[in-house]
Structure formats: C-alpha cells, structure tokens
C-alpha cells in the first residue's frame, strides 16, 4: 500500500516564493538595514526602533523577522518576552512605576493604585485622551531610595502620590476621581526626594 502523500499546496513555498513582508516606515526600515547583519542584532534593532518610534507595532514585526531570518512568532515572543518594549504608541507622558521587590515592600503596590486614579489610566495603558500612559518597569537601580519611578524618561526616588499629582498638574485635566491634592509641604522640585 502507498504512502499517502502531502498535496502540493502543504508543502511550504520556499523563502524566495514567499510574499514579501509589509513595508515598514522608512526610518525602521533603516534601522532593520543597519542591524540585519549584526550577530545577536535582533534586541539592539528592537530597542533602536522604540527609541526613535516609541514602539514596535506588529506590522512591522514581518519584515523585522524576514532580514533576521527568523519567524514571526519568534519575533513577536522577543517583543512580548520583555516588558520594555511596547506594541502601541505611548502618551506624550510616560509614568513608570517599580513593581520589584524593594519597591513592593516600600509601598510601590498603593501608588501604583493612586497612580491610577491620579492619572486616569489602569497600568499597562494609555489614557484616553493621549495624555500619559501608566507602565510597570522592574527595578531602576533606586531600591535603596523606594518606591522608585521614572516620568519621563527621568529617575524619580521616594515617589509620593502627592509628588505624582505634582508632577501630572500640567498634562490636562485630571480625572474627576482623582484625590485632592495633599496640602503637604512641597519639595522644591516634584523630582527630588
Ligand atoms: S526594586 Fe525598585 S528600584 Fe530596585
């Protein structure tokens, strides 16, 4: 008795028949070209892309995986894989809250939670009107200085709620649960501790 066989269309077509990947922006494009031929330049390709895009949308996770020679899904594991990396753009505010160890036992949990509520956003996300986008991040380097953060891009030690508030007053108007701001004794500048 013969053994059955695959059909012609189960057998996949080889890499040069295989539609060409969507176009990328220009700009990631460049950088794919800069890195596909660097050993190990899939991650230094990721991080150049969400420093000058601010993300990495998935419809350019194709053409990444075609210069890399790699499957897509091995490409969307990589982005996925690490916290760092975002799919969507982010606000034109960053608020990164430590949720490691050290700062989880110095109270980083309850201002993640009053962050939400200042901001007007549940962590992982981006508020409606584009104004900020609440992130976890793990461990800055400020453990001896919990809980830490970074807005911005900048280290911030010792984050309050109220310092938070402080911080966002200029990012447009704050949701209507947000909590009053404390009538505390303000820090020079919101940043320092
Ligand atoms: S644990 Fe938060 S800065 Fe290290």
Redesign the pocket.
């Known amino acids: 008795m013969s053994s059955p066989r695959r059909s012609a269309s189960a057998v996949p077509p080889s890499p040069s028949l295989r539609p060409a990947a969507p176009a990328c922006p220009p700009a990631v494009q460049a950088l794919i070209e800069q890195h596909r031929h660097i050993p190990g330049g899939l991650l230094p390709l990721l991080h150049a892309v969400q420093d000058s895009q601010g993300h990495v949308a998935p419809d350019w996770v194709p053409a990444i995986a075609q210069a890399f020679q790699r499957s897509r899904a091995e490409v969307h594991g990589v982005i996925t894989y690490y916290h760092h990396f975002r799919q969507q753009p982010a606000g034109r505010h960053v608020v990164q809250i ?1 949720q ?4 989880r036992a110095c109270g ?1 949990g309850a201002l993640t939670e009053a962050a939400e509520r200042i901001l007007g956003t549940p962590l992982h996300s981006t508020r409606a009107d584009g104004a900020v986008t609440l992130e976890p991040v793990y ?5 001896a200085q ?3 953060a970074r807005v911005d891009d900048r280290p911030v030690a010792r984050l309050t709620a109220q310092r938070l508030q402080a911080l966002a007053a200029g990012w447009g108007p704050a949701p209507a649960s947000a909590p009053a701001a404390a009538p505390a004794v303000a820090p020079t500048s919101p940043y320092e501790a």
């Open positions: 430590c490691a160890e050290a700062c980083s461990c800055l380097g400020l453990c919990s809980p830490a």
